[in-house]
Structures are given as structure tokens and as C-alpha cells.
């Protein structure tokens, strides 16, 4: 996924003021998945980031505009719509989690069992 169509995805879906929130979130985001799963950092997202692609698999890509879609109910403090989404994101975040995990575990007993 890109990063126009995580944001094209949750500008259908909600309205925004703005793309520039977006962007800082989108970033928060990134960051998050670079460093926890992958153990790289990334660059921050920005305006002329639009073609980039995001570091999560095209499987896994929801976390995105989850993602955008939950910190636009918690700017708007819609409580109930912020809970619904947060635990959309959690849930898609743990499965791109799990699959990091596997795919990594998997790596590492291929390369032993080759060495």
C-alpha cells in the first residue's frame, strides 16, 4: 500500500481537516512498524511521500487506514467510534506481528539448516 491510498482510503471513510495530520500519523505508524518489527528505523512520511510504498506486506496493509481512521475518533473525541477502531488496528496489527515472527523464525531455521 501506498501512501496515498491509506489516506485515500480513510478519506472515503471519514472526513478530515486536512491531509497534514494524516501524514504525522501516518509517520507515528511507520516508525512503529520499522522499529518493533523489522528493527530498522524509516523516514518520516510526508506531502511528497505519496507514491512510497509503506513498510507492512500488501496482506497486512488494513493496520494503515485503521490506523487513521482510530486517531481521527480520538481528535474528534468520539469515544465509542475511536474504541471500535483501536481494537480494528490492534487485532490487524497482531496478525502483521505474527506473521513477522513466522516469516522470520522461518528464515532462521532455513539458514541453519543449510550452514
Partial sequence: MTVNEAIKRCSDTCLTDGREPLYKWLSELEER??????GKASEPVTE?????????????????PLYLMMKREQACADAERYAFFQSCFIAAY????????????????????TV
Fill in 33 to 38: 512498524v520499522s522499529l518493533e518489527l523489522f
Fill in 48 to 64: 511528497l511521500s505519496g507514491n512510497r510504498r509503506l513498510i507492512a506486506p500488501d496482506a497486512y496493509a488494513e493496520i494503515y
Fill in 94 to 113: 497482531d496478525l502483521l506481528s505474527a506473521y513477522v515472527n513466522r516469516t522470520r523464525e522461518l528464515g532462521e531455521a532455513i539458514y541453519i539448516k
